[in-house]
Nanobody
Framework: QVRVVESGGDLVQPGGSLRLSCVVNIRIFKFYEMAWYRQAPGKEREFVAGIKSGQIIKYADSVKGRFTISTDFDKNTVFLEMNNLKPEDTGVYYC?????WGQGTQVTVSS
């Protein structure tokens, strides 16, 4: 059974940084589609960043220039580096690998 486990969420002040990790218990390959989504309270889940074939990368307009998605295929891990965090970035962040989802990790941006 495929397991996707996110970690790295925390409470951080506006302008701060966090690095989220997503570990998968199977070998991940470059052609896999991997992505981060988030869901704020009372809102629908939304796309944040995605990577496919190791180089096709997309970001939501709201995070461009602040967030970076990357992968470590040796460790079967997908990362989301988040800088200059804003209160509107608050939410549960989910990792999706192919069609498998993790349980999410909470990110709270507040002073």
């Amino acid at each position: 059974q495929v397991r996707v486990v996110e970690s790295g969420g925390d409470l951080v002040q506006p302008g701060g940084s966090l690095r989220l990790s997503c570990v998968v218990n199977i070998r991940i390959f470059k052609f896999y589609e991997m992505a981060w989504y988030r869901q704020a309270p009372g809102k629908e889940r939304e796309f944040v960043a995605g990577i496919k074939s190791g180089q096709i990368i997309k970001y939501a307009d709201s995070v461009k220039g602040r967030f970076t998605i990357s992968t470590d295929f040796d460790k079967n891990t997908v990362f989301l580096e988040m800088n200059n965090l804003k209160p509107e970035d608050t939410g549960v962040y989910y990792c999706k690998v192919i069609d498998y989802w993790g349980q999410g990790t909470q990110v709270t941006v507040s002073s």
